[in-house]
């Protein structure tokens, strides 16, 4: 798991997961045999071992990592690509096995990182998640499993660094082939010495402030908290932080799950009571040299890699959904379809207002204007010019608007959502913001906000997704909306990707 050198370890909240009566377990799934996992985990310390003590990017003992996972899957009747990256100027590999047959419009995708860091093995980080999905994936071809949905597992190179092989991965692919990853699995520490059961919180019901994962995420989290009720151990939520391989999946809409066993945080005492171990850190050797073949607690492994395997099978032989339903609208702005800016003739910015542009990238100490688009070429971006300066075109002076052309919306369950960022320096203030409201015949509700905050604040691509069942049956416009309210901010906002989908 990748480390924030400037942030601690997930927030770990304490609520317990939600388990709706209607989440089944998916009983038909095989037991994984912990001692095949295990000796995963042997064959991978000693590829380490002979390889100086480490299986990190661009060193030999990771490519001899990806050999082994590989030769397995070939064996076992797996399609395998062999999908290489460069970074750092080294040579990265992401390994992807397809199970033969399943709907490939409708693909569940198991993930984790192979790579270690430079310091050590990475037994646990990630070790342990890979081992476990790799077991997973020989089981499915041992068992014979042909389920509704495709099938696709892949271990991810150079996640230590900055996720760049699961980004590279999704990066390849094409609108179609990303709409085809109905459900992303992540996997990543999942057998730390003095664990804890940490599920991503894909509703966001345990309020822990990072938001839902995209449409799909909670059917995810309910499908694995139903496992972990069914065997008597309870789990907690933990946030979408960034920290490993689902972002760049749910950044493109993708709903994701996982299991995390705990990092570098400290193990609380309600913890301790919850779950046994101590007060000390989930996982002390993290990123140390001692993250070797003891660093492992086989009850952790056992337990989660059950519960990988009854996942899979649950929500493959179920087949999928793909995320949202049928379109009812969208817009990429890859051409002019009709916003019109200050529609209500209130906007007071004096620069930076909305327009549909090919953005500059900008920076000032931190990017404060991305230079590509969520997709495409273009999006909607506060003054898309780079100027002679970071400040040159942010909004400056108050507040700029644009708004939709007419949508009219048909009967059901509406979801809609959008990619967005809100960047500023740390001279911006609550009172500056991103927002993104509906516009009916009675007035403008909103839908979406992102205050400002006096601190840094990188530009990066987030996905949104905001329940509209509410205007069913209306004809509505939408309206983004931003801010410099404060005094003598640097402010930049950009939105791009809405898709509005009936269920």
Same mark, same amino acid.
């Given at each position: 798991m990748?480390?924030?050198?400037?942030?601690?370890?997930?927030?770990?909240?304490a609520?317990?997961?939600?388990?709706?009566?209607?989440?089944?377990?998916?009983?038909?799934?095989?037991?994984i045999?912990?001692?095949?996992v295990k000796?995963?985990?042997?064959?991978?310390?000693?590829?380490?071992?002979?390889?100086?003590?480490?299986?990190?990017? =661009?060193?030999?003992g990771?490519?001899?990592?990806?050999?082994?996972?590989?030769?397995?899957?070939?064996a076992? =009747?797996?399609?395998?690509?062999?999908?290489?990256?460069?970074y750092?100027?080294?040579?990265?590999?992401n390994l992807?096995?397809?199970?033969?047959g399943?709907?490939?419009?409708?693909?569940?995708?198991i =993930?984790?990182?192979l790579?270690?860091?430079?310091?050590?093995?990475?037994?646990?980080?990630?070790?342990?998640?890979?081992?476990?999905n790799?077991?997973?994936?020989?089981?499915?071809?041992?068992?014979?499993?042909?389920?509704?949905?495709?099938?696709?597992?892949?271990?991810?190179?150079?996640?230590?660094?900055?996720?760049?092989?699961?980004?590279?991965?999704?990066?390849?692919?094409?609108?179609?082939?990303?709409?085809?990853?109905?459900?992303y699995?992540n996997?990543?520490?999942?057998?730390?010495?003095?664990?804890?059961?940490?599920?991503?919180?894909?509703d966001?019901s345990?309020?822990?402030?990072?938001?839902?994962?995209?449409?799909?995420?909670?059917?995810?989290?309910?499908?694995?908290a139903?496992?972990?009720?069914?065997?008597?151990?309870?789990?907690?939520? @933990?946030?979408f932080?960034?920290r490993?391989?689902?972002?760049?999946?749910?950044?493109?809409g993708?709903?994701?799950?996982g299991?995390?066993?705990?990092?570098?945080?400290?193990?609380?005492?309600?913890?301790?009571?919850?779950?046994?171990?101590?007060?000390?850190?989930?996982?002390p050797?993290?990123?140390?040299?001692?993250?070797?073949?003891?660093?492992?607690?086989?009850?952790?492994?056992?337990r989660?890699?059950?519960?990988?395997a009854?996942?899979v099978?649950?929500?493959?032989e179920?087949?999928?959904?793909?995320p949202?339903?049928?379109?009812v609208?969208?817009?990429?702005?890859?051409?002019?379809?009709?916003w019109?800016t200050n529609?209500?003739g209130?906007?007071?910015? @004096? @620069?930076?207002?909305?327009e549909? =542009?090919?953005?500059?990238?900008? @920076?000032?100490?931190?990017?404060?204007?991305?230079?590509?688009?969520?997709?495409?070429?273009?999006?909607?971006?506060?003054?898309?010019?780079a100027?002679?300066?970071?400040?040159?075109?942010d909004?400056?002076g108050?507040?700029?608007?644009?708004?939709?052309?007419?949508?009219?919306?048909?009967s059901?369950?509406?979801?809609?959502?959008?990619?967005?960022?809100l960047a500023h320096?740390?001279n911006?203030?609550?009172?500056?913001y991103?927002?993104?409201?509906?516009?009916?015949?009675?007035?403008?509700?909103?839908?979406?906000?992102?205050?400002?905050?006096?601190?840094?604040?990188?530009?990066?691509?987030?996905t949104?997704?905001?329940?509209?069942?509410?205007?069913?049956?209306?004809t509505?416009r939408?309206?983004?909306e931003a801010?410099?309210?404060?005094t003598?901010?640097?402010v930049?906002?950009?939105?791009d990707?809405?898709?509005?989908?009936?269920?």
């Amino acid at each position: 798991m990748r480390a924030f050198p400037l942030v601690g370890a997930a927030t770990l909240v304490a609520a317990l997961v939600a388990v709706p009566a209607q989440a089944a377990v998916a009983v038909a799934a095989p037991d994984i045999a912990v001692a095949n996992v295990k000796a995963h985990l042997n064959e991978l310390q000693s590829i380490a071992t002979a390889n100086g003590g480490n299986r990190a990017h =661009g060193r030999p003992g990771y490519l001899a990592s990806v050999t082994y996972v590989k030769n397995l899957l070939d064996a076992a =009747g797996f399609t395998t690509q062999q999908q290489s990256f460069t970074y750092g100027g080294a040579t990265g590999y992401n390994l992807i096995a397809d199970w033969p047959g399943g709907d490939t419009a409708d693909t569940l995708m198991i =993930g984790s990182h192979l790579d270690s860091v430079s310091a050590g093995p990475g037994i646990n980080d990630n070790g342990s998640g890979s081992a476990a999905n790799l077991e997973v994936a020989l089981t499915v071809a041992r068992s014979g499993f042909r389920p509704a949905r495709h099938l696709r597992f892949g271990w991810w190179g150079a996640e230590e660094l900055g996720l760049r092989g699961s980004t590279a991965y999704v990066n390849s692919l094409s609108s179609a082939q990303k709409a085809a990853i109905t459900g992303y699995l992540n996997f990543d520490m999942v057998a730390s010495p003095n664990p804890g059961y940490f599920l991503y919180d894909g509703d966001d019901s345990d309020n822990t402030g990072s938001g839902p994962g995209p449409a799909g995420s909670a059917q995810i989290e309910q499908t694995l908290a139903a496992y972990f009720s069914s065997i008597g151990v309870p789990t907690r939520g @933990t946030d979408f932080d960034g920290r490993s391989d689902y972002g760049p999946f749910i950044a493109n809409g993708i709903p994701a799950g996982g299991i995390f066993t705990g990092a570098e945080g400290r193990k609380t005492a309600a913890q301790v009571e919850l779950w046994g171990g101590t007060t000390g850190a989930f996982d002390p050797c993290y990123h140390r040299a001692c993250d070797t073949i003891s660093n492992i607690n086989d009850t952790a492994l056992d337990r989660n890699a059950d519960a990988i395997a009854s996942t899979v099978w649950a929500l493959a032989e179920d087949g999928g959904t793909p995320p949202g339903g049928s379109q009812v609208w969208s817009d990429t702005f890859e051409t002019a379809t009709g916003w019109t800016t200050n529609a209500a003739g209130t906007d007071t910015a @004096t @620069t930076g207002r909305w327009e549909r =542009g090919d953005p500059a990238a900008t @920076t000032s100490g931190v990017t404060t204007q991305l230079g590509t688009a969520k997709s495409g070429t273009f999006d909607l971006v506060t003054g898309a010019a780079a100027g002679s300066s970071a400040g040159a075109n942010d909004v400056d002076g108050g507040t700029t608007t644009a708004r939709s052309p007419a949508i009219t919306l048909p009967s059901g369950t509406l979801t809609l959502s959008f990619a967005w960022y809100l960047a500023h320096l740390d001279n911006a203030s609550s009172a500056d913001y991103l927002r993104v409201g509906v516009v009916t015949g009675t007035g403008t509700t909103t839908l979406f906000s992102q205050p400002g905050a006096a601190t840094d604040r990188a530009a990066a691509w987030q996905t949104a997704t905001v329940n509209l069942s509410a205007y069913a049956g209306q004809t509505v416009r939408l309206q983004v909306e931003a801010a410099d309210a404060g005094t003598a901010s640097l402010v930049e906002a950009a939105v791009d990707d809405f898709l509005i989908t009936q269920s």
